[in-house]
């Protein structure tokens, strides 16, 4: 095993973090059934299109929808890892409130033009699409206010997900008017860890040892649960009531029964279209209809 070569985080300390931020995904983590899957009510026609269109399986496109509710809820917990993971870092602090991260270094932190601070306040953004202009100018405002009151420091929004390595000025509208400031920047993670570090190449050294690191706390015993999903099971258990139809369209009634079991021609309609007389069938994709919600 290759040696330890992040100068600014024990590995001790970032394996704790990355274990962290994987019980951050706490439910996310916890078995999908039918009911859970079908919670935010499931679009059956775009399932369908999705699955004929990207000629996958059933089973493919439903793990591809687990997947994308899993992931939809998880930009929180990525946030967490690429905010607290400052807690470790020399001169920082992750406050309970006010601002994501601050940074403070009595020998003073250069800025791009010349000025020379001792504090940084940050916002953090996943994404750098992530802000409307309402979320920017509030931002920014709270960023103005920051400077006003102490004129020793700067005030960063440090996106995780830039559109390319960058320290600028940050350039936005308030009140309908282009403002900028040259203490109120816009930095890539890249250049923020730069910053901190003193080393160019600091957040390319954590991504080299980040996987790693990940498979290691995932492999731990009994420290992550892997979800046991049940979905599909479950929608071949009522595609099976369909009886006398070829999978597909059995299939396609389960989904369809997802989000329309209530709606007007379905239900009992739909069983007498399909030539279905039974009326235990009828029963049972009631009963389902009612477990649905």
Avoid at 49 to 68: A, G, L, M, P, Q
Avoid at 154 to 163: D, M, N, Y
Avoid at 171 to 189: C, E, F, P, Y
Wanted: glycine share 6%; hydrophobic share 35%.
């Amino acid at each position: 095993m290759m040696g330890w070569n992040l100068d600014f985080i024990t590995e001790e300390q970032f394996k704790c973090h990355v274990r962290a931020t994987i019980m951050k995904y706490g439910e996310k983590l916890e078995s999908y059934d039918l009911k859970r899957f079908n919670s935010n009510l499931i679009d059956p026609i775009k399932l369908i299109f999705d699955k004929s269109v990207y000629r996958t399986s059933w089973e493919e496109i439903v793990n591809n929808e687990i997947f994308r509710q899993r992931d939809k809820s998880s930009n929180n917990d990525i946030g967490y890892f690429h905010q607290n993971i400052f807690s470790y870092f020399k001169g920082c602090e992750v406050p309970q409130a006010g601002w994501d991260v601050i940074y403070r270094n009595p020998e003073g932190i250069q800025m791009p033009d010349g000025d020379i601070v001792h504090t940084i306040y940050v916002e953090m953004k996943n994404k750098h699409n992530t802000m409307n202009s309402a979320s920017s100018a509030k931002t920014y405002i709270k960023m103005q206010g920051q400077i006003l009151e102490d004129d020793d420091c700067a005030c960063f929004l440090v996106e995780a997900i830039a559109k390319k390595s960058q320290n600028i000025k940050w350039a936005t509208k308030v009140d309908g008017k282009n403002v900028q400031h040259r203490l109120i920047r816009r930095v890539s993670m890249d250049q923020f860890y730069a910053i901190l570090t003193g080393d160019d190449e600091a957040f390319y050294k954590m991504c080299m040892a980040l996987p790693g690191v990940i498979n290691s706390v995932v492999n731990e015993e009994d420290s992550v649960e892997v979800p046991n999903d049940t979905v599909i099971d479950e929608l071949r258990n009522v595609a099976s009531l369909y009886t006398d139809q070829t999978e597909e369209l059995s299939m396609a009634m389960a989904v369809y029964m997802l989000g329309f079991n209530t709606y007007s021609g379905f239900g009992n309609k739909i069983i007498q279209r399909l030539g279905g007389k039974n009326e235990g069938m009828l029963k049972r994709i009631y009963e389902y209809a009612k477990r649905l919600g």
